[in-house]
């Protein structure tokens, strides 16, 4: 049936692809990342799963996202539910989860507490933000743009923006166009 995928989300051979097609070793993804070696080892070969902070440092270190490492995690199906428990987050850590697996023609991720507010995300094509519960202030265009619960924040390609959660347990809903999107580090954190 379309509801096969029962078992948890594994981005090891995700993170071990992108790093063997840029010929990197353990070592220099270790120091790109601040990560060990053994720890990136383990996330390889399925023996650890990272937090979404580690998976985001991992993602910047192979010069790609979190969200495109997951979306190589799993392959593309016609049909697909994902479970609502499908990323475990660390204590104390926000939590993030793709809402759509595979390769497809968008992406779909929920971020349910803080964010990193230090972190900017410019996407090629355009994306739509969603406050499902809680309350965010979005920086866009030099403007702040504040969203309560129902809320949505359309964007072009192209816009650099960032955004925090100003409420606890806020959850947010990102819905991009696929193909190519980039986070790049604020220099101001």
């Given at each position: 049936m379309g509801d096969h995928k029962e078992q948890p989300l594994r981005v090891g051979a995700a993170v071990r692809r992108r790093r063997r097609a840029l010929e990197l070793t353990l070592a220099v993804v270790a120091e790109r990342s601040g990560l060990s070696v053994p720890f990136l080892s383990q996330v390889e070969n399925e023996r650890a799963r990272?937090?979404?902070?580690?998976?985001?440092?991992?993602?910047?270190?192979?010069?790609?996202?979190?969200?495109?490492?997951?979306?190589?995690?799993?392959?593309?199906?016609?049909?697909?539910?994902?479970?609502?428990?499908?990323?475990?987050?660390a204590p104390d850590e926000p939590r993030?989860?793709?809402?759509?697996?595979?390769?497809?023609?968008?992406?779909?991720?929920?971020?349910?507490?803080?964010?990193?507010?230090?972190?900017?995300?410019?996407?090629?094509?355009?994306e739509l933000m969603y406050v499902a519960d809680g309350a965010v202030e979005i920086e866009a265009e030099g403007r702040a743009h504040r969203l309560g619960r129902g809320d949505t924040l359309y964007l072009t390609g192209g816009v650099r923006h960032r955004w925090r959660a100003t409420v606890p347990d806020t959850r947010v809903i990102v819905v991009a166009v696929a193909e190519h999107i980039e986070a790049v580090q604020d220099g101001r954190r």
């Open positions: 990272p937090s979404r902070r580690s998976l985001e440092k991992v993602a910047d270190a192979l010069r790609t996202t979190a969200v495109e490492l997951l979306a190589e995690a799993d392959p593309a199906c016609s049909v697909d539910v994902v479970r609502a428990d499908t990323l475990e987050p993030v989860r793709s809402l759509v697996r595979g390769h497809q023609q968008l992406h779909a991720m929920e971020f349910i507490g803080d964010h990193d507010a230090g972190r900017e995300f410019q996407h090629r094509n355009d």
